[in-house]
């Protein structure tokens, strides 16, 4: 995750920080180069004009360069401003599950990882906070991702809502919502159906499940391979259905990691979780000082 902007970067700040003393212009060359790893990385181009300019704006001046450590300052400053546009929720890992049982939303385009991601919460929900959780499939065009659920749900000790044939996503999402009551589940998790595009119907039968169960938390999950596009899927999503948070998955990829870097400032929304694997404990908690740490190596 993040490698190649980190390189691209330390590159940048190993030439500024041996410099000694620093001018206005040798931070504003330096942040132009900052600027160009931003965009390869596939950051957004509005966000690294934002963040170059703010940065600029508290690196440039008597304040920075005429200190004892000019290029340690700037690099603090672009350490600071990647916090800021990384941070959304105070606490990403907290999903919002007291008053049992809750209802968890996933939604996500077909081959994001949405039902792993599924497995690998309630997993960390089960094993981290002790936690009984319900699984329950409503990807009824698709009986074999039903029965992925199913499987991943015996490997990690997690029940599933038994399947019945010929159901629709809204009467399994309120039989799992009654299972889950009468047993004494703490959560509810729903994995929709995932299509390769958001179109109508996905769209729909989304919307019409949330109404059904209002869910406490919806969780986009998106492919963080896929750089500006998960950027706009999520807005899409957002706007139409509604979500509460992202999940970036795939992060352990070559990734350029520019959805991570663009998703906030664009959508609005906190990435809380990234998938970091295909293993069902390959998950982490999104935690911006931490990342930012990462990118700056
Ligand atoms: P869905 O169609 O959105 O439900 O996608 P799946 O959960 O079936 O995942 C599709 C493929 O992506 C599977 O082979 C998963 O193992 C893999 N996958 C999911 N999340 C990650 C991740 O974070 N990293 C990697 N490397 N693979 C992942």
Redesign the pocket.
Known sequence: MFENLSDRLSGVFDKLTKQGALSDDDVKTALREVRVALLEADVSLPVARDFIKAVQDKATGQAVTKSITPGQQVVKIVHDELQHILTGDEDPGALKIDNPPAPILMV??????????TAKLAKRLKEREGKRVLMASLDVNRPA?ME?LQILGGQIGVDTLPIVKGEDPVAIAKRAKTQAGLGGYDVYML?TA?RLHIDQELIAQAAAVRDAVSPRETLL?VDGLTGQDAVNVAQEFDDKIGVSGVVL?????DGRGGAALSMRAITGKPIRFV????KLD??ETFEPDRIAGRILG
């Open positions: 996500g385009l077909q081959g994001s990882g949405k039902t792993t991601t991702a992925q994995d995932g999950v998955t795939r992060m352990d990829g998938g970091v694997g295909e390959a998950i």
